[in-house]
C-alpha cells in the first residue's frame, strides 16, 4: 500500500503537462511500439519547471504497452534515479477504437549511445575525454583502450546493479537502449519498455516477441515454466523476493551487458552481422565463450587478435570476467553488483565514479 500512497504523493507535487504543452522535434527513433522526438515546451511554465530550453525533452508517443513503460519510469525515478534518463511525466493521450495511444517525456540526455560512438573507427577514443576528461596520461594502445572500455562498462553495471537492487530486470540491455548523459557525464540506460518489475509483478509474465534477439540471452523467457504467475496488472501485492532468487531473471540482463562488452573489445562484432553470426557461433559451441574463443583464435584477423589481447590485460581477469557473464545457464551469471566487486573493477572504473559524483 505505501508504496503506491507515496507514489501517488510524489506524483501529486510535480509539474504535470498535457498534450498542448509541446512542440515535437526531430525524430530520434521508431520501434513498433512507438515513435521518439525530441521535444520543447511550448509556453513558459513556471520556475518549478527547469526543461524550459528548445530541445530539452524526449517525447515518445506509445501504443498500450506505454502503461507499462510509464509505471517502470514512476517506479525507477523513485527508486534508483541515477540509473536511468530522467523521467519527466507520462500521460494517456488518446484512446479510440485503433487503441491507446500514451505520451512519455524524459529530459534530452544528450545525443550519441553506444552504438553510435561503436559506429566510428574512432572508438573508443570518441568517448574517452567525455568519461574520463581531458588530459591522458597514456599513450593511444591497448592499456588506454582498456581503461575507457572498463569505465564505460562499470557505468553500465553500476545502473544495472541499481535497476536490479530494486527488482527491475530490463530484459532489452543492448547499446541502443543506453544513452550518453551529457549532464552526468556517464551512461545511463533507457527505454524500459520490456522491463518487468518482480516485486508487484508489472509486465511479468514475459512478452518475448519485445526482446531484440541479437542481445537476449539463451533462455530467452525470464522466468522458468515452474514459477508461478504473477498478477500482470498493478496490484500491490509483493511478490516474495525467493522467486527473483529462484531462477535469477536480473542475469538475462548480464548475459546482454557481457555481448555488449564482448563488441567494445572486437570490432568485427559491431556490426548486424557481425553480431549475428557471433550468436550462430556461441550457439554452434552451446554457448561456451572459451570454445567460442578457440574456434575463432585460430583463423583471426589481426582486430580479433588485438581483441582478445585487450581483454587478456591484467593476467586475464578482464577475460574472466566475461565469460562469467556470457554463461549459457543463468544461475552461473555473476551478478552486477559481483561484477563491480572484482578486481578487474577496482580500480580505475569505479574511482572515476566516486569522483563524479
Ligand atoms: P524505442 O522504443 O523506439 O526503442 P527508445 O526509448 O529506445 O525507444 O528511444 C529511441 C532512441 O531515442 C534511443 O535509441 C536514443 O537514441 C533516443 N533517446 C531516447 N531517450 C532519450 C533521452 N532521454 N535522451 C536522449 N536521447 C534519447
Ligand atoms: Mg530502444
Redesign the pocket.
Known amino acids: 500500500f505505501d508504496m503506491f500512497f507515496l507514489a501517488f504523493v510524489e506524483r501529486l507535487f510535480r509539474p504535470t503537462f498535457k498534450k498542448d504543452d509541446f512542440v515535437l522535434g526531430k525524430k530520434?527513433?521508431?520501434?513498433a511500439?512507438?515513435v521518439?522526438y525530441r521535444a520543447s515546451l511550448t509556453k513558459k511554465p513556471s520556475s518549478k519547471v527547469p526543461y524550459q530550453k528548445e530541445g530539452d525533452l524526449?517525447l515518445?508517443k506509445a501504443t498500450e504497452y506505454g502503461a507499462v513503460e510509464i509505471w517502470m519510469n514512476e517506479r525507477v525515478r523513485r527508486a534508483c534515479a541515477n540509473s536511468c534518463?530522467v523521467f519527466v511525466y507520462g500521460f494517456l493521450e488518446s484512446s479510440s477504437n485503433k487503441g491507446a495511444e500514451y505520451w512519455l517525456i524524459?529530459?534530452?540526455?544528450?545525443e550519441a549511445?553506444p552504438y553510435d560512438f561503436m559506429q566510428s573507427k574512432e572508438f573508443p577514443y570518441n568517448v574517452e575525454t567525455m568519461i574520463l576528461g581531458e588530459a591522458q596520461d597514456l599513450p593511444k594502445g591497448l592499456e588506454r583502450d582498456n581503461r575507457i572500455i572498463q569505465t564505460i562498462m562499470t557505468q553500465l553495471l553500476f545502473a544495472l546493479d541499481g535497476l536490479h537492487s530494486t527488482g527491475t530486470v530490463h530484459r532489452d540491455i543492448k547499446p541502443?537502449?543506453i544513452?550518453f548523459s551529457e549532464g552526468s557525464r556517464t551512461f545511463k540506460i533507457?527505454?524500459l519498455?520490456a522491463a518487468a518489475d518482480l516485486r508487484v509483478g508489472i509486465n511479468y509474465i514475459p512478452k518475448e516477441f519485445l526482446l531484440d534477439p541479437r542481445y537476449a540471452a539463451p533462455e530467452q523467457y525470464i522466468m522458468s515454466t515452474q514459477t508461478p504467475s504473477a498478477p500482470s496488472a498493478p496490484v500491490a501485492t509483493t511478490l516474495s523476493p525467493v522467486l527473483w532468487q529462484m531462477n535469477l531473471p536480473d542475469r538475462f540482463d548480464i548475459y546482454s551487458a557481457g555481448l555488449i562488452f564482448l563488441q567494445m573489445a572486437l570490432p568485427g562484432l559491431r556490426s548486424d552481422s557481425g553480431l549475428i553470426q557471433l550468436n550462430r557461433h556461441l550457439k554452434q559451441c552451446d554457448y561456451d565463450l572459451i570454445a567460442w574463443r578457440k574456434s575463432v583464435e585460430t583463423r583471426a584477423s589481426s582486430d580479433l587478435r588485438r581483441g582478445f589481447e585487450l581483454l587478456d590485460l591484467d593476467g586475464g581477469i578482464e577475460w574472466e570476467l566475461l565469460t562469467l557473464m556470457v554463461q549459457y545457464k543463468a544461475g552461473q551469471r555473476i551478478s552486477a553488483k559481483r561484477c563491480l566487486a572484482h578486481p578487474h573493477f577496482d580500480r580505475e572504473g569505479l574511482l572515476v565514479l566516486s569522483l563524479m559524483q
Open positions: 530520434l527513433g521508431e520501434g511500439f512507438g521518439v524526449v515518445k534518463a524524459w529530459r534530452y540526455e544528450g549511445t541502443q537502449n544513452i533507457i527505454d519498455g
